[in-house]
């Protein structure tokens, strides 16, 4: 099953979350990346990681 969240502002329309099998994806991305800050010590670790996987 497949749901989303639509939130509007200034009159825009947009999808702000997408819940999975009743899993959303902003809490589990929210998740992953606590873990990683948590991990690396630092928010520059967080950042890191995602030029990392942006570069492929």
Known sequence: MLDWRVDSKDGS???TDLVIEGVSM???QREEF????LE????DG???RLQM???G
């Open 46 to 48: 967080l950042l890191l």
């Open 34 to 37: 606590s873990a990683i800050v």
């Open 40 to 43: 690396s010590g630092s928010l």
């Open 53 to 55: 996987r942006i570069a």
């Open 26 to 28: 902003v809490i589990a």
């Open 13 to 15: 329309y947009a999808i």
